[in-house]
């Protein structure tokens, strides 16, 4: 089954925003924090945003004053809400989710597929 479903990714022109959206499968339960990681071609993974269970939020630098994220605990979803976008933006997003699972409570992770977002100059 799919377990995160994402959405909201697309072509803009510089300036313009746009909001992307993650939702997690009901079926999902102990929810650490949730976040968005982009990759460009030829760069590495890097963290854009995160937000913890108590909606406390964590930004990357290049993003601050531009990007919101958000969450909505009962809905199981998070959002992040991209303005001011920059051709440097463009990436692949990915929605992360950590929780806890199992019998030893450990951390574990999933990833949406990504969502390609392109901002054109």
């Known amino acids: 089954q799919v377990q995160l479903v994402e959405s909201g990714g697309g072509l803009v022109q510089a300036g313009e925003s746009l909001k992307l959206s993650c939702a997690a499968s009901?079926?999902?339960?102990?929810?650490?924090?949730m976040g968005w990681y982009r990759q460009a071609p030829g760069k590495q993974r890097e963290l854009v945003a995160a937000i913890t269970s108590g909606y406390s939020p964590n930004y990357a630098d290049f993003v601050k004053g531009r990007f919101t994220i958000s969450r909505d605990n009962a809905k199981n979803t998070v959002h992040l809400q991209m303005n001011g976008l920059k051709p440097e933006d463009t990436a692949v997003y990915y929605c992360n989710v950590r929780y806890y699972r199992g019998a030893y409570y450990g951390l574990y992770d999933l990833w949406g597929q990504g969502t390609q977002v392109t901002v054109s100059s």
């Open positions: 009901e079926t999902i339960r102990s929810i650490n924090t």
